[in-house]
């Protein structure tokens, strides 16, 4: 079971489910496979809603590796994801929401 609290999001790979979470070093890896791009033109095309399919499978892969997973992007191209690209999209959305939220004060 994910823990929305600590940054994780569940998706299942072959009704397997998984826990996903952009750790600092997944993140890192996430920013050094964007080539000519920032990561902040990666969050923008999420908030505007622009965003590509290799997007989300470059997040789903980050997130992936973030919770212990030891696959990599050509392993998950052949994996079924409950839900299919509109459940893959809204995991990788959660994913950076819950990334950079600012924890509860408690007030």
Not at 34 to 52: H, I, K, P, S
Not at 75 to 92: N, S, W
């Amino acid at each position: 079971m994910a823990n929305p609290w600590a940054g994780e999001v569940l998706i299942h790979l072959d009704g397997k489910p998984h826990v996903c979470k952009l750790t600092l070093g997944a993140l890192a890896e996430l920013e050094g496979g964007l080539e000519d791009e920032t990561f902040v033109e990666l969050v923008e095309r999420f908030e505007a809603g622009r965003f590509r399919a290799r997007d989300v499978l470059a997040l789903v892969v980050a997130g992936l590796r973030g919770g212990g997973w030891q696959g990599s992007t050509k392993d998950l191209r052949t994996v079924e994801i409950d839900g299919g690209p509109t459940e893959a999209a809204r995991a990788a959305a959660q994913m950076l929401a819950r990334a950079f939220a600012m924890p509860e004060t408690g007030r």
